[in-house]
């Protein structure tokens, strides 16, 4: 599966995995900047794909309520 096409759920796994080597002894300053703009993306990608569903189920909602 792309990236493009993951999920939340695998958008959310992955930023954790970021996260946890930043607390890692992996962690190396030269590598960090590169980890750091990937973590940076993921996130931004989450918080797209929850605001595209809060989006639909305010639309859902509306339905809803007119019927």
Known sequence: MSKQNSTISEKMAQL????????SDEFTIET???KFAEA??????IESNLS??????TV????FDQE
């Open 40 to 45: 940076e993306k993921l996130a931004k990608e």
């Open 32 to 34: 960090a900047t590169a």
């Open 16 to 23: 954790s995995e970021l996260v946890a080597w930043f607390e």
């Open 52 to 57: 595209e569903f809060k989006n639909e189920i």
């Open 60 to 63: 859902l909602k509306k339905k």
